[in-house]
């Protein structure tokens, strides 16, 4: 079984950044796609950004320009640079990972806080 641990959140002012990593226990070149997701409190969990394993890469729109997803594929990672926070960016972030003939995996989850 796959297993996803999240690392990186923690409380950060409005303007501030952050560097989410997600390590797998897997090599992540089985992944046809990882991403990352939030939910925020209230609100349904969305997509942030993907990344395929050709290194494409897509956002939602309200973090484009702020936010770059990236693979390391050494070490099993995929990160996800935050820079430029709001406070609307306040979520726990999930990293999933999506192969092919298998159930996705998730992770636990990391809680990110942007303070005005």
């Known amino acids: 079984q796959v297993q996803l641990v999240e690392s990186g959140g923690g409380l950060v002012q409005a303007g501030g950044s952050l560097t989410l990593s997600c390590a797998a226990s897997?090599?992540?070149?089985?992944?046809?796609?990882m991403g990352w997701y939030r939910q925020a409190p209230g609100k349904q969990r969305e997509l942030v950004a993907v990344?395929?394993?050709?290194?494409?890469?897509n956002y939602v729109e309200s973090v484009k320009g702020r936010f770059t997803i990236s693979r390391g594929n050494a070490k099993n990672t995929v990160d996800l640079q935050m820079s430029s926070l709001k406070p609307e960016d306040t979520a726990v972030y999930y990293c999933k990972a999506t192969r092919t003939w298998y159930r996705d995996a998730w992770g636990q989850g990391t809680l990110v806080t942007v303070s005005s």
């Open positions: 897997i090599s992540i070149l089985r992944f046809s796609t």
């Open positions: 990344i395929t394993g050709g290194g494409t890469t």
